[in-house]
């Protein structure tokens, strides 16, 4: 399912896309700040591994799991 939310976050799946639309949220989860992936690993900017290991841990902590957490995007369209 976190496969899911990157295809409605970034379709391209470009590890080093900001947002399109001004927020400045980064890579294949869009986090805001990007910097925040920092805590998956020191190559955050540029490793799709690191920010999809962070993506699991955020997605986990916020929402319990990923299928709550696509859920929620499909009924806001952010996560």
Known sequence: CLSRIIDREN???IVTIYN???SRAYGL???LPGSKMAS???DWA???YTQIK???SYVTSRYGNCWNALNFH???GWY
């Open 54 to 56: 962070w993506m699991r």
């Open 20 to 22: 399109r639309y001004g």
């Open 11 to 13: 379709p391209g799946w």
């Open 74 to 76: 499909y009924a806001h």
């Open 46 to 48: 540029t490793n799709p």
């Open 29 to 31: 989860p869009q986090a």
């Open 40 to 42: 998956a690993g020191k």
